[in-house]
């Protein structure tokens, strides 16, 4: 890995960069949209199955959270709140990544003044 100070601009731009990303996810929303299909069976014996209905479910804990969207306009929002909390999860990953390039470098440099 290099050290230098054009290696720690590019870090420090790069971080701005996902800084401004982040900024700009304004909303986000855990959880996943699945279509479930509800099986029932009718008097005369046969199955009937009925569906999809869109369900947004979640990890709350230990437990799964689950609600149905009733109103079809409005799963399209939901997808793309999704897709917003996907995008923020993979800005912060990056930016872990570099704020530890950051760190190792600032570790780097006191050490060289240490033994300087």
Do not use: C, N, W
Request: net charge positive.
């Amino acid at each position: 890995m290099k050290t230098g100070p054009s290696s720690s601009q590019s870090i420090h731009a790069r971080r701005r960069a996902l800084l401004r990303r982040l900024a700009a996810l304004d909303q986000i929303r855990r959880g996943t949209i699945v279509d479930q299909y509800v099986v029932s069976r009718r008097r005369d014996g046969s199955i009937h199955k009925r569906g999809p209905y869109p369900l947004l479910t979640r990890k709350q804990g230990k437990r799964t959270v689950s609600k149905r969207l009733t109103d079809p306009d409005l799963v399209p929002l939901y997808r793309q709140q999704i897709r917003s909390m996907r995008e923020f999860e993979r800005v912060v990953a990056e930016l872990v990544i570099l704020g530890e390039q950051l760190s190792e470098m600032a570790v780097a440099r006191h050490a060289k003044k240490i033994r300087s």
